[in-house]
């Protein structure tokens, strides 16, 4: 084993040095930081290990060294469509506790939301009302979630101890404890057939891109406990066509959202979205990285790597997640 001191260059940009320097100055004894505005040309070129976010392709050519590329995330789209990654460096992606119960939260919150006619009780307050309209028990609603990775899997364990019924849909097969599990293109529509509030926590791939089309929320069920169909998502916004659920928003083919994500981020200021019924909009911000954890898990995967241990949670470049 080397003694030489290897770097991880930091290339986050919008965040501050301040943000990652101190973390590594702690967690990284045995190695040393570099954060991407202040690297000299030669320091970029002799980087072990970069940790990135969205990067500029002229980063990625000058990355020939590393040994491995961090995702500050859990996706990867804002890597895949690169024909420039540095060959042989695997794409490590995030995964983390702190950020999968963010989005776990979200998740609940918003299905919550809706379940609990949150709008209306917000109307009725404006206007005065007291008003008790009909509210299904989360028994009676079941939530089809597409995605049962990471993510998907805490979210529904957090669904059902709230007591929806739960079915979900992945590539492949799974078995899950109290879910109804659908995998692939050919059980999609079954999948979608007895789906009352959707929640996607899919990874933007070729295979996921405009899924979600005014076609699919068709299929919903919208005659079950709720009176409606719903859709969430927290994953990517480019795995469904935004003007198709504002068209379904307004014509009543959904009767609510919850959207973190869109096609366009940040989403235009005249986007019709902003003003589509029932719907609630957050600015990609259901769950994130705290850098501090990013830098811990960075650094047991350098570590993991000396040992001659595999790195988890690599990403296949063919799937694109
Ligand atoms: P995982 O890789 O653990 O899970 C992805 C899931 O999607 C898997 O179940 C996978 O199926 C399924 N999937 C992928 N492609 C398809 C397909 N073509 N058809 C059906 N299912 C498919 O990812 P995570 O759960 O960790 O994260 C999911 C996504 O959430 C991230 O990629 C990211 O884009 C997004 N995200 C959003 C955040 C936000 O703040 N809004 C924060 C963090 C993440 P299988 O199990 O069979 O492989
Ligand atoms: C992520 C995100 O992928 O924050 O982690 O979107």
Redesign the pocket.
């Known amino acids: 084993m080397s003694d030489r001191r290897e770097t991880v260059l930091v290339a986050v940009g919008g965040d501050s040095p301040d943000q990652w320097l101190p973390e590594f100055a702690q967690a990284f004894p045995e190695g040393d930081a570099v954060w991407l505005p202040d690297a000299a040309p030669e320091q970029i070129a002799a980087a072990d290990w970069a940790i990135v976010w969205s990067p500029e392709a002229s980063l990625l050519d000058r990355l020939k060294g590393v040994r491995a590329l961090f995702?500050?995330?859990?996706?990867v789209d804002h890597l895949m469509g690169a024909k420039n990654l540095p060959e042989g460096a695997p794409i490590v992606r995030?995964v983390g506790r702190d950020?999968t119960h963010r989005m776990s939260e979200w998740v609940v919150l918003q299905c919550l939301l809706h379940l609990r006619l949150f709008r209306t009780y917000e109307r009725q307050q404006s206007a005065r009302q007291w008003l008790r309209p009909h509210q299904p028990g989360a028994e009676e609603v079941t939530v089809g979630l597409m995605g049962l990775g990471v993510l998907g899997q805490d979210a529904a364990k957090k669904l059902a101890t709230i007591g929806f019924r739960l079915r979900g849909w992945s590539r492949t097969e799974k078995a899950l404890d109290g879910v109804d599990c659908f995998h692939g293109p050919e059980q999609y529509d079954a999948f979608l057939a007895e789906t009352d509030i959707l929640v996607s926590l899919l990874p933007h791939t070729p295979a996921t891109e405009r899924l979600v089309t005014l076609d699919v929320l068709k299929r919903l069920r919208r005659d079950g406990a709720l009176g409606g169909a719903f859709y969430v998502n927290g994953g990517?916004g480019k795995t469904q066509i935004d003007a198709d659920i504002d068209m379904a928003l307004r014509n009543g083919l959904l009767a609510g959202a919850s959207l973190d994500?869109f096609e366009t981020e940040p989403l235009p200021r005249d986007h019709p979205l902003w003003t589509a019924p029932n719907v609630f909009i957050t600015p990609?911000a259901a769950?994130?990285?705290p850098r501090s954890d990013v830098v811990r898990y960075v650094v047991r995967q350098i570590r993991r790597h000396r040992l001659g241990e595999p790195f988890e949670n690599v990403v296949d470049p063919v799937l694109g997640y």
Do not use: E
């Open positions: 995702s500050l995330g859990a996706g995030y950020l990517r994500v990609h769950a994130w990285s």
